[in-house]
């Protein structure tokens, strides 16, 4: 019986297939031989890849076309980079392929990768661990060969640049024994070197480590990758990262790059690069010198001048302030002030001597004044008298006789004077009863006569 719940379509197991291989397996790098390549329109490129026992498919997509490092053909051995994957309308798996390499140089490009990588994790190539170069050094190891044209055009940029002390270890820089070569100059370099002189005759050099060399050179001219492999080297690089002293990397031409250049202090493009970042420029130098000892010249003129300024002004202010000038300053005040003060004097007397005369002529103009004065007021005086006793006397009797006019209208508004004319006032707790309002049932009065008093009830 089929279970009809557990059947599948073609394109299901298919995708099933595809999930599992492309989450399963990471990106795979794989050595064959070309075979089966077409590339039709689309810029595709379509072949496979074989050994003596098995054959795959694969396709490399022209989007990749930028990391196609050269055109494969029928029978190339070939290295490929690729994720594996399964085309569904074949229902075959095959790689997509993100890069090609033939087969002796891909090994040397897969090595040259994993070294990288290694001794980038590891921090060989951080910022940080990069020595700086020295901007005056005394002296320079070059690690090269010394039959190349290599150690001529640094040493010609040096002798024009910025003469100095070069020491040589002569290296062999290419094939299995360069490596060793260049790790023994690393670690010769600062024991026994070969010194260069003038005349580019090599003498044997000998003196304390590290005495005069201030920076290393090491390199060659340019070639083919496997040309320069040996500066890919492990140790080499582990040597260079280790070494005390900055060392310039000179390998090949600009668009060389090996694991040398990455772990050096200083990449420099080319060998004459090298020199020039090693050296500085004596005209460079001297134009620089001239500058500055123009602006010295240009600051010390300036002070000097400032300072000439200023000692002029204290000069002059010494001079105002010498105490013989303040002497004879106080001294021609003093003859001011008291000749001043004499004719203060004088004009002090003046005016005394004419105060005390207006003075005199004050006082019995004063006098005179007075009894004149003294004489009219005495008669006015008496005119007044005369004067005030009559109207003081006729206001006397004007006021007495409206003082009698007003007792006898009080007296005629007197109660006393009502009570005599036969009426009587009223009173209750000592106030006058004007109404009988006031009045009730048993209240106690008291009425008053003009001669006695009764009491009262009212019923």
């Given at each position: 019986m089929v279970d009809l719940e557990n059947i599948f379509t073609v394109y299901e197991i298919t995708q099933h297939i595809?999930?599992?291989?492309?989450?399963?397996?990471?990106?795979?790098?794989?050595?064959?031989?070309?075979?089966?390549?077409?590339?039709?329109?689309?810029?595709?490129?379509?072949?496979?890849?074989?050994?003596?026992?098995?054959?795959?498919?694969?396709?490399?997509?022209?989007?990749?076309?930028?990391?196609?490092?050269?055109?494969?053909?029928?029978?190339?051995?070939?290295?490929i980079s690729g994720k594996l994957t399964v085309y569904e309308r074949d229902g075959q798996y095959q790689i997509v392929v993100s890069r090609i390499i033939p087969y002796g140089i891909g090994i040397l490009h897969i090595q040259f990768e994993k070294l990288k990588e290694k001794l980038k994790k590891e921090g060989l190539f951080d910022k940080e661990h990069k020595k700086k170069l020295p901007k005056y050094p005394r002296g320079i190891g070059i690690i090269t060969s010394e039959t190349g044209s290599v150690l001529q055009d640094i040493l010609?940029?040096?002798?024009?640049?910025?003469?100095?002390?070069?020491?040589?270890?002569?290296?062999?820089?290419?094939?299995?024994?360069?490596?060793?070569?260049?790790?023994?100059?690393?670690?010769?370099?600062?024991?026994?070197?070969?010194?260069?002189?003038?005349?580019?005759?090599?003498?044997?050099?000998?003196?304390?480590?590290?005495?005069?060399?201030?920076?290393?050179?090491?390199g060659r001219g340019g070639g083919s990758f496997e040309d320069l492999f040996c500066f890919n080297d492990e140790k080499l690089a582990r040597a260079i990262s280790a070494c005390p002293i900055p060392i310039i990397s000179a390998v090949?031409?600009?668009?060389?790059?090996?694991?040398?250049?990455?772990?050096?202090?200083?990449?420099?493009?080319?060998?004459?690069?090298?020199?020039?970042?090693?050296?500085?420029?004596?005209?460079?130098?001297?134009?620089?010198?001239?500058?500055?000892?123009?602006?010295?010249?240009?600051?010390?003129?300036?002070?000097?001048?400032?300072?000439?300024?200023?000692?002029?002004?204290?000069?002059?202010?010494?001079?105002?302030?010498?105490?013989?000038?303040?002497?004879?300053?106080?001294?021609?005040?003093?003859?001011?002030?008291?000749?001043?003060?004499?004719?203060?004097?004088?004009?002090?007397n003046n005016i005394k001597s004419k105060h005390k005369q207006q003075k005199e002529m004050f006082q019995n103009r004063c006098l005179n004044n007075i009894q004149l004065a003294f004489n009219k007021k005495a008669l006015s005086l008496n005119?007044?008298?005369?004067?005030?006793?009559?109207?003081?006397?006729?206001?006397?009797?004007?006021?007495?006789?409206?003082?009698?006019?007003?007792?006898?209208?009080?007296?005629g508004l007197s109660p006393k004077s009502i009570l005599k004319k036969g009426y009587s006032i009223i009173q209750k707790d000592g106030k006058t009863i004007s109404t009988i309002n006031n009045l009730n049932t048993k209240d106690e009065i008291s009425i008053l006569l003009k001669d006695g008093q009764c009491q009262a009830e009212i019923v």
């Open positions: 595809k999930h599992i291989l492309e989450n399963s397996v990471s990106l795979l790098q794989i050595e064959g031989e070309v075979s089966n390549l077409s590339r039709p329109s689309s810029g595709h490129i379509y072949f496979s890849l074989k050994d003596e026992k098995a054959l795959i498919r694969c396709v490399f997509f022209s989007g990749f076309g930028r990391s196609l490092d050269f055109i494969p053909q029928n029978g190339n051995k070939v290295i010609n940029i040096i002798s024009r640049r910025y003469p100095l002390d070069v020491y040589l270890y002569p290296a062999i820089v290419q094939g299995n024994e360069a490596a060793p070569s260049l790790i023994e100059g690393i670690e010769q370099i600062t024991k026994t070197t070969h010194k260069i002189d003038g005349k580019n005759h090599f003498s044997h050099v000998t003196g304390e480590s590290n005495r005069h060399v201030d920076i290393i050179i090491i090949g031409h600009e668009t060389d790059f090996t694991i040398c250049d990455f772990v050096a202090d200083v990449r420099a493009a080319t060998p004459s690069e090298a020199a020039e970042l090693a050296v500085p420029n004596r005209i460079e130098m001297n134009n620089t010198l001239q500058n500055k000892k123009k602006q010295l010249e240009t600051i010390v003129f300036s002070g000097f001048q400032d300072i000439k300024h200023k000692m002029l002004i204290y000069k002059k202010n010494l001079q105002e302030m010498h105490p013989q000038n303040f002497i004879n300053k106080y001294q021609q005040n003093m003859d001011f002030y008291l000749k001043r003060m004499n004719n203060f004097m004088i004009s002090i005119k007044n008298h005369e004067k005030l006793f009559y109207i003081t006397n006729n206001k006397l009797h004007i006021s007495q006789n409206e003082l009698q006019n007003r007792k006898k209208l009080l007296s």
